[in-house]
């Protein structure tokens, strides 16, 4: 079973440039959560998907940031545009959508914004 | 807000020694306790979760940790650590019958000296 994808592993861009992350969650998990991690500090919770739809965007910093997940599938976190404080690594991750089971995560995209 | 408390940012062990990484959190209601480790350039993975019953749970590598309610407590214990222990371990709830994302601690680093 392939695992949770994220692309690209590693991004610098500057000031004010637009990335887009991609999440390839497990196939048939039906949750997908983004995580983000600045350095030094914990893991925090960004936003969770439940197939297409946003259940929980609370987690999101502000409106520069753009979450979708066409189709239920793949996820895409869009940070347009870019500045100096979202450097971090990004995690996705995904899990089924009942029962007791524990999310999987992706290796992670460490973004820098310099 | 819930939230999870590591006591320890970084550990240095030498092998064969035992480990035991504090957690605690605050939330009153009921939780569901999780340890993740991440190996050096590898992805979060599950080492061991407590949903309900025996309070002390066994997970991979080892690894054990003991859910005491009375303290908020989840600590994470190995009697003998090995070199390839080395990694960085976090402790996250999720809080029982939310949208189910996970709130982690800061994360321990521990480094086992061969």
């Known amino acids: 079973e392939a695992g949770v994808t994220q692309f690209p592993s590693h991004s610098v861009i500057e000031k004010g440039q637009t990335v887009t992350l991609r999440c390839d969650p497990i196939?048939?998990?039906?949750?997908l959560y983004w995580y983000r991690r600045v350095m030094g500090k914990e893991i925090k919770f960004l936003l969770h998907f439940v197939k297409e739809s946003k259940q929980d965007e609370s987690g999101m910093p502000n409106n520069r940031f753009l979450a979708e997940r066409t189709g239920g599938t793949y996820s895409t976190l869009k940070v347009q545009p870019a500045e100096l404080e979202d450097s971090g690594v990004y995690f996705c991750?995904?899990?089924?959508?009942?029962?007791?089971?524990?999310?999987?995560f992706g290796q992670g995209t460490r973004l820098t914004v310099v | 807000a819930q939230s999870v408390s590591q006591h320890n940012h970084h550990v240095i062990l030498s092998e064969a020694a035992s480990l035991e990484l504090g957690c605690n959190y605050s939330y009153g209601g009921t939780v569901n306790l999780f340890w993740y480790v991440q190996y050096p350039g590898q992805h979060l993975q599950l080492l061991l979760k407590y949903f309900s019953g025996d309070p002390l749970v066994k997970g991979i590598k080892g690894f054990e940790a003991e859910f005491i309610k009375s303290k908020f407590s989840f600590n994470l214990r190995k009697p003998s650590v090995q070199w390839s222990d080395t990694a960085e371990y976090f402790c996250?709830?999720?809080?029982?019958?939310?949208?189910?994302?996970?709130?982690f601690g800061s994360g321990t680093q521990l480094t086992v000296l061969p």
């Open positions: 991750a995904s899990s089924h959508l009942t029962g007791r089971t524990e999310a999987f």
């Open positions: 996250a709830v999720i809080v029982s019958g939310s949208a189910r994302q996970l709130t």
């Open positions: 196939s048939g998990h039906d949750n």
